[in-house]
């Protein structure tokens, strides 16, 4: 398999077996013709990108049952409105701005910018999510973006001042052309922001659970910069952010239009560094996943010899691949509590773990809960003190594998 961006030879990272679809949850009557592929990872010496082998078609993953809502987390919303702010502020003395939002999913962001008055368009191929943003008088269109969709974008609505993007690109295999939509959208000071789970973060971690089918690629400063270069745009910025467990909010514009800031030296220095750029790093990581995943099993196998049972916190996506890497079924986990109305009472993927209304975590005796939402660990802690006060205790993984 090469490279989907330079079309060079990819050297293999990891390889996690068999995976499901990380939001595949599924009732019982569809065990039988659950899917399943080749979970590998790669990187590319050339454009330094960290990508999936082997993808599921988009259609299978976005689709009208799409399982991920973003507004599930007060602080994720939070994010979205600070944000937001920043970029309404930015575009203040602009005369009849115009903001496009890829994958705008129930339209977190966007909520702001329709607040505002200000010319706004998502773009959702997930039916059912872009349905909650269009009920919220958002204007959205349910289509994968590629450099065609940007055409009939541009003749429609002219070109943007700001395109936007969160936890998305790395969803996409085409990304180039993707990049290609993009540039030709946007105005000649038009800019590109958008933000993702970070490489360096994931190596750093071992946080291999942000690896799943919709995860095509993990990002780094270099590789961004090597994709986009390919369309005449350049970074101007970097910011990380603590979202998804470690992000990288990257900035950019057409090549030579802006001042670079300092932090885009910053963070392609820190990466040579630290080898995020370099496949030796990327086989240390994988020796630390094989080491992670042993860890975490001898601590649920303790507590079941112990004969304590154990739920999961929160039926996220990311908890697919380790449940699936690691083997862990209903027979070590019981049930996995959550909010989300369209996972309730399903299954969780491959690992088949029933899923329950996170009303009933409350109602719950449960002396160990695995913390899925990692990412989201002090918003659930302060809401959960009555659990920890009644005994209860946490099975953390990130940034180390512990119970508190
Ligand atoms: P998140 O880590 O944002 O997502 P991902 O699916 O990308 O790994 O987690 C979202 C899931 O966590 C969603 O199913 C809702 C659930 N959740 C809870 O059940 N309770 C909570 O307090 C939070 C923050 C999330």
Redesign the pocket.
Known sequence: MNCRISGKKLSIVNDFGKQPL??GFLNKEDFDNEFFFNMKTGFCNESKMFQLIEQPNPKKMFHENY???SS?????KEHFRNWSNQIIKSIEKKNDPFIIELGCNDGIFLENIRDNNIRHLGIEPSANVAQVAKNKDINVITEFFNANVANKIKDQNGKADYFISA?VMCHIPHILDVAKGIELLLNENGILVFEDPYLGSVINKTSY?QIYDEHVYLFSAHSVNYLFNKVNMELIKLEPQST?GGSMRYTLGKIGKYQKDLSVEYYLNLEKKDGVENYEKMLDFNNNVLKHKNEFNKILNKIKKENLNICG???????TTMLNYCQINSKIIDYI????DI?IGKFSPGTHIPIKD?KKFKESDYKYSVL?????QK??ME?ETNYMNNGGRWIIFQPEIKII
């Open positions: 990380g939001n399982a991920f809502f599930s987390s007060e602080n994720m936890n659970d998804h916190y929160a039926a996220t996506s990311k908890s509590f959550d909010t989300t996972k996170m899925f939402a990692w990412n989201h918003e659930i809401k």
